[in-house]
């Protein structure tokens, strides 16, 4: 009897050792995301452009002006830096996105409603429109998030040791496209469209890495038409970092080199530069 009770023992320290062991490495729960907002600059990079295409769906005749053919042609485009009060809080960022409602895990997740708020993109180079003067042949594109915005939902997750994770989902917003004449500044337009865009995979982290972007407190920006949208700002999620991005002595400005955005400063060799995720100028 002696002999079975010690093996009972041993079964029950093997058991709890293993309990003990696996415990090692369970992570405590996150803490809830709270409300928001994620600053992102549209991509240049060769390959990652943005292109409007209107070959299914060309611009009618006489669109522009009176006699003007159809176009449906392609037109890449590039950010622009929002207008914000105080100015400049949100960078060289064209793009603004508001996470509504806090988010808590539950399952290992946490689903999180999210609203396009402000977007300022522009034709990366002028399109050819013939049309009689004043006005010149050639236009330019700027395009505008307008209207009631839907609301979609991103799914976030924590799958790393120090705490950053992975989120999915998908961006749906309405779009105002405008035509801009560089000769006599006819506007024309807007062609309304939806755009719908797919996140897969994306890192996020609950905290910023070093030199960042962030927003303190609230902001306002500009919309379409000029009126000022109030915002609050950054919270404790930022979308592309991971877990290495977040290690002593990593420099956000050579990270993402390709998001900087520079101007002349005061002085023809003392140039200010912007960069929406690491934030900061420097000369």
């Given amino acids: 009897m002696r002999k079975d009770c010690r093996a009972v023992y041993s079964a029950l320290c093997l058991l709890l050792l293993a309990s003990l062991a696996g415990c090692r490495s369970c992570r405590p729960k996150p803490a809830p995301v709270a409300p928001g907002v994620d600053a992102f600059q549209t991509s240049t990079a060769p390959g990652q452009a943005t292109i409007l295409d209107f070959g299914p769906n060309p611009i009618p005749a006489g669109f522009f002006c009176p006699g003007s053919p159809p176009f449906n042609g392609k037109i890449e485009l590039r950010g622009e830096a929002l207008q914000t009060t105080p100015p400049g809080v949100a960078g060289s960022s064209d793009t603004l996105v508001e996470r509504l409602q806090e988010g808590s895990f539950s399952g290992g997740s946490a689903t999180i409603p999210v609203r396009v708020r402000a977007l300022q993109l522009t034709s990366t180079n002028p399109i050819s429109i013939p049309c009689p003067p004043p006005k010149s042949p050639t236009w330019r594109l700027v395009v505008c998030a307008c209207g009631n915005q839907p609301t979609t939902n991103i799914v976030a997750k924590v799958d790393q040791d120090c705490g950053c994770g992975h989120f ?116």
Avoid: Y
């Fill in 168 to 283: 999915d989902g998908s961006l749906k917003f309405k779009t105002c496209l405008r035509f801009i004449n560089d000769g006599d500044g006819t506007v024309v337009g807007p062609i309304n469209q939806v755009v719908e865009l797919k996140i897969t995979n994306m890192p996020w982290c609950p905290k910023p890495m070093q030199n960042a972007l962030q927003i303190p407190g609230t902001f306002s920006v500009k919309d379409c038409d000029g009126a000022e949208v109030s915002l609050s700002g950054t919270s404790n999620f930022f979308p592309g970092p991971s877990c290495p991005d977040l290690e002593p002595g990593v420099d956000c400005w050579t990270k993402f080199a390709s998001l900087t955005h520079c101007h002349d400063g005061p002085t023809p060799d003392h140039k200010h530069c912007i960069n929406p995720v690491c934030g900061k100028q420097r000369g």
